[in-house]
Nanobody, 125 residues
Framework: QVQLVESGGGLVQAGGSLKLSCATSGLTFSSYHMGWFRQAPGKEREFAAAITLGGGRTSYADSVKGRFNISRDNAKNTLYLQMNSLKPEDTAVYYC??????????????????WGQGTQVTVSS
C-alpha cells in the first residue's frame, strides 16, 4: 500500500520559515518525480514545486520561486520543502504527490498518481 505522509506544518509569522517533510512507503521512491501542491480555503489546489527522480532538476511556481526549495533524500524515501520568507498568502494545506516518469515534471494535479493527506501551514501577518 502506497503511503505519503506530510509533516512539519504549523503556525508561523510572516517572514518566518518552515520545512515540510513527506515520508513515503510502498513505492520505489527513486523511480518517481515528486511534487508539492497547496490548497487555500475556497481555492483550487495549485502547483508549488516539483523535482525529478534523481533530484537533478526542479520546477517552481512563480509565486514561490526564490523563497521555497524542494529537495529529496532517496536513501530515506523522503521529500522536503524548505519555505522561507513566508507570506500570509502562503497559508494553505500543503500536499506532496508522486508521478511516473512519463511526461517529465508537470504542474497539473491530474498528472500525479499518489497523494498525501496534507499538512496545514498558516502564516500570520
Amino acid at each position: 500500500q502506497v503511503q505519503l505522509v506530510e509533516s512539519g506544518g504549523g503556525l508561523v509569522q510572516a517572514g518566518g520559515s518552515l520545512k515540510l517533510s513527506c515520508a513515503t512507503s510502498g513505492l520505489t521512491f527513486s523511480s518517481y518525480h515528486m511534487g508539492w501542491f497547496r490548497q487555500a480555503p475556497g481555492k483550487e489546489r495549485e502547483f508549488a514545486a516539483a523535482i525529478t527522480l534523481g533530484g537533478g532538476r526542479t520546477s517552481y511556481a512563480d509565486s514561490v520561486k526564490g523563497r521555497f526549495n524542494i529537495s529529496r533524500d532517496n536513501a530515506k524515501n523522503t521529500l522536503y520543502l524548505q519555505m522561507n520568507s513566508l507570506k500570509p498568502e502562503d497559508t494553505a494545506v500543503y500536499y506532496c504527490a508522486a508521478k511516473s516518469l512519463l511526461g517529465g515534471l508537470q504542474t497539473d494535479t491530474g498528472a500525479y498518481r499518489y497523494w498525501g493527506q496534507g499538512t496545514q501551514v498558516t502564516v500570520s501577518s
